[in-house]
T-cell receptor, first 114, second 115 residues
C-alpha cells in the first residue's frame, strides 16, 4: 500500500517556465510534508517543507501548496532552470509521536531544457 | 560543517554473504535513519536510531539490522544477502526529534550489488 504517490515518473519543461510536481497521500495522520531533490550519485537534499497547519510555503523560486481535503500537495518551481533537473521526492511524516520516519514517494524526474 | 558520510560507497557481494555498512552523521545530530532505494520501490524506510536505541522500524525482514554507537555513528547489517537486496542504501541524520526538525540530511549512499 503506497501511502505517498507521485504519479508522474517524469516531467519535462522549458527553461524559464513553471514546473509543477504533484504528490498525493492517503494517510490522514500525515502532518508534515517535505520535498527532496536528488542528483545522480548523491543523496537527497532537503528542498522545502510544509506543516499541515499551513496551505502554502514559499522559499525563493520554490513554493509548496498543500490541499488537505484532497490529500494533495504540489511543488512549483518558477522560473525553472536547467540546474533544477533532478529527481524530486515528496515525503510525509505522521510526527505526532516525534517519529523521524519519513514515507517517500517514488520520485519524479524533472528535466529542464535550455 | 562536514556532511553525512557513508562507507563504503560501492560494494559487491555474493548471494548468501553478509554486509555491514557504516554511517557517520553530521556532528551534533543524534538521530540516524536508514533507507533503501530501488528503481521499483523508490525510497523505503528501514529503521531509525536515536541515542543508541532503535526508535522505528520499517517493513523489512529480520536479515536487516542496525545499531548506533555512543558517538551517534551507525551501522547497518544485512545477513544472507539476496539478489533483491541490490540497492542504494542511504543514511540520513537529523538534529533531534519530537517536532524540533524533520529535516533529514542524507549521505551519498552505499551502492550494494549482490551477484
Amino acid at each position: 500500500d503506497q501511502q505517498v504517490k507521485q504519479n508522474s515518473p517524469s516531467l519535462s519543461v522549458q527553461e524559464g517556465r513553471i514546473s509543477i510536481l504533484n504528490c498525493d497521500y492517503t494517510n490522514s495522520m500525515f502532518d508534515y510534508f517535505l520535498w527532496y531533490k536528488k542528483y545522480p550519485a548523491e543523496g537527497p537534499t532537503f528542498l522545502i517543507s510544509i506543516s499541515s497547519i499551513k496551505d502554502k510555503n514559499e522559499d525563493g523560486r520554490f513554493t509548496v501548496f498543500l490541499n488537505k481535503s484532497a490529500k494533495h500537495l504540489s511543488l512549483h518551481i518558477v522560473p525553472s532552470q536547467p540546474g533544477d533537473s533532478a529527481v524530486y521526492f515528496c515525503a510525509a511524516s505522521a510526527g505526532g509521536g516525534g517519529s523521524e520516519k519519513l514515507v517517500f514517494g517514488k520520485g519524479t524526474k524533472l528535466t529542464v531544457n535550455p | 560543517k562536514a556532511g553525512v558520510t557513508q562507507t563504503p560507497r560501492y560494494l559487491i557481494k555474493t548471494r548468501g554473504q553478509q554486509v555491514t555498512l557504516s554511517c557517520s552523521p553530521i556532528s551534533g545530530h543524534r538521530s540516524v535513519s536508514w533507507y533503501q532505494q530501488t528503481p521499483g520501490q523508490g525510497l523505503q524506510f528501514l529503521f531509525e536510531y536515536f541515542s543508541e536505541t532503535q526508535r522505528n522500524k520499517g517493513n523489512f525482514p529480520g536479515r536487516f539490522s542496525g545499531r548506533q554507537f555512543s558517538n551517534s555513528r551507525s551501522e547497518m547489517n544485512v545477513s544472507t544477502l539476496e539478489l533483491g537486496d541490490s540497492a542504494l542504501y542511504l543514511c540520513a541524520s537529523s538534529l533531534a526529534w519530537a517536532g524540533a526538525s524533520y529535516e533529514q540530511y542524507f549521505g551519498p549512499g552505499t551502492r550494494l550489488t549482490v551477484t
